[in-house]
């Protein structure tokens, strides 16, 4: 009985499951969560400063707001927002400016060993993750709109070759920089996981945006870092950056490494499901989903997209919009309600729970926008009418009953037979 009821709840709850109109294979092709993404970009507007930064974290039930944050995460923001632009939206294009400007206002050049280098700097410590994102952000927007987002800035180059020569031969690249430092010593500072993936898709984004036909040692470097075995600790913070840089790998001519970047993404995408399953969890995960969409578009683009891995992508975003902070979302302890302490700058947001507070960091919201960006794109790419989809997965279960009938037969390796002569009477 309590199952009953328990399934009777489900069904009111999700409406989406009880509409007789809607057939299971047509879900896939009806979510295109354009709210969601509207919302979130509408976040991204009210939580922008005036230097064009933003406002890095605010706690929906408190009104507690902490104004500045990690720069890696305000890169990270603008990065989710290239990806989104259009080439038309006027409201994304000036939140991208903004953003851009705000980085380059925040450049500064050091010297190193006799080479003049920059740095986005904050205190004189860089993070070199936030030049990587940065860059990642301009390469993308350039290689879509170059007459919008032109090279007219020495601080792209010089951003280069600051993490060309703060890069490890082996492959990876140190966490930060420090300016004042009278010696940096490399060896006492390691690559880091983060960071090396990072640099790893700027490097990628930088020959798509240039065609560069010749991959350069250092990204070739990173091809062979991380053609590996994977283990649960390098997945964790790298999964969504390395599967993004291998799909911007794949639309390039590198014939010499082509079997490897495939093989790369295959290996990365079993290693992940199998030692970090996509769950449903009582907290933001959109970075996973946001590394799955990345896959999806490489086995979209190469004719190999099984529709129901999209189908599992759906099913997670829409649970994920429970995340996304509407006007009238409260939270309930011992029966008393609370309410949003400053919508404005939450709605549209999404919320995550740590330690018993709920906290709005633009990171949440930047995998999640991210993630159904991703979505979005799929779907629009889905060309093939349902009718066709069928058939081809009425065609592919006969071949598949078809081999496996094969296997079933024994075929018996016959003895030799040899003919008797029979005389003649």
């Not at 290239?82 to 006027?90: E, H, L, T, V």
């Not at 492959?171 to 993936?197: F, H, K, P, V, W």
């Amino acid at each position: 009985m309590k199952t009953f009821l328990f399934f009777i709840s489900f069904l009111l709850i999700n409406k989406v499951y009880c509409d007789p109109s809607l057939i299971h294979d047509e879900l896939i092709l009806k979510d295109e969560f354009s709210h969601v993404i509207k919302n979130s970009i509408t976040f991204f507007q009210n939580r922008q400063n005036t230097d064009g930064s933003f406002i890095y974290d605010v706690l929906p039930f408190t009104g507690k707001t902490i104004y500045k944050g990690n720069m890696v995460r305000q890169a990270g923001t603008l990065f989710s927002l290239a990806f989104s632009y259009d080439g038309k939206d006027k409201n994304v294009k000036r939140l991208i400016d903004n953003s851009l400007q705000y980085f380059l206002d925040n450049v500064k050049e050091f010297n190193y060993q006799g080479k003049s280098l920059m740095v986005i700097s904050e205190n004189n410590e860089s993070l070199t993750g936030t030049i990587c994102l940065f860059l990642s952000s301009f390469f993308y927007l350039h290689s879509q709109y170059k007459e919008q987002f032109p090279v007219n800035n020495k601080a792209y180059v010089g951003l280069m070759n600051t993490l060309e020569e703060f890069s490890i031969i082996e492959g990876g690249i140190t966490e930060y920089i420090n300016t004042e430092e009278n010696y940096m010593d490399r060896l006492g500072r390691g690559s880091e996981i983060y960071a090396t993936a990072q640099h790893f898709l700027t490097l990628s984004l930088f020959h798509y945006a240039f065609k560069r036909k010749k991959m350069t040692t250092t990204l070739s470097n990173y091809i062979n870092l991380y053609d590996r075995k994977w283990v649960y600790g390098d997945l964790i913070p790298s999964y969504q950056w390395v599967m993004l840089s291998y799909l911007f790998l794949s639309r390039q001519n590198f014939s010499e490494y082509k079997w490897q970047i495939i093989n790369s993404i295959e290996n990365l995408q079993s290693a992940y499901q199998y030692q970090i399953p996509i769950k449903y969890i009582k907290r933001n995960y959109c970075t996973q989903l946001e590394g799955f969409s990345y896959y999806l578009q490489y086995k979209q683009e190469h004719n190999e997209l099984n529709r129901f891995l999209f189908y599992r992508l759906t099913k997670h975003l829409r649970y994920s919009q429970n995340f996304q902070i509407k006007s009238n979302t409260k939270k309930v302890i011992s029966k008393v309600e609370t309410f949003l302490k400053k919508p404005l700058q939450t709605v549209g947001g999404f919320w995550n729970k740590k330690e018993g507070i709920y906290h709005t960091r633009i990171d949440y919201t930047q995998h999640c926008l991210s993630a159904y960006q991703g979505h979005h794109l799929l779907a629009n790419n889905m060309s093939k009418s349902l009718e066709e989809y069928e058939k081809e997965i009425e065609l592919a279960r006969i071949q598949q009953i078809e081999q496996d009938a094969y296997k079933k037969i024994e075929f018996k390796r016959m003895n030799r037979v040899i003919p008797k002569i029979i005389p003649n009477y």
